[in-house]
């Protein structure tokens, strides 16, 4: 369980978040990549609110890096799920042709 204070003043709980997403890996030979950052060290989660608002948490394996969350579009969280190989959920589902050629 992580609770984030968001810039506008809000908290999330990512344990009450209805959904989640891991980030999709790339083996490159000696590391899992991850596909949302391109590091082996840094790393981002999707998370859908309770009231439909789309936020990524951001946490590392570097000493000294604080995890934190941050409120992204809907048209950002879509692209998030595409670049992690994720199908779209019915209420980005319209963004497709929008995002992807």
């Not at 709980?13 to 950052?37: C, F, K, M, V």
């Amino acid at each position: 369980m992580s609770i984030y204070r968001m810039d506008d003043g809000t908290t999330v709980n990512t344990d009450r978040a209805p959904q989640s997403y891991l980030e999709g890996t790339r083996w490159d030979g000696n590391n899992h990549i991850s596909l949302a950052t391109g590091s082996q060290w840094e790393h981002e989660t999707l998370h859908c609110s309770r009231k439909g608002r789309y936020y990524t948490e951001r946490t590392s394996q570097r000493q000294g890096i604080i995890p934190h969350a941050e409120w992204i579009s809907h048209r950002a969280a879509a692209v998030w799920l595409r670049t992690n190989e994720y199908d779209l959920p019915a209420d980005l589902a319209h963004l497709l042709d929008e995002i992807e050629e």
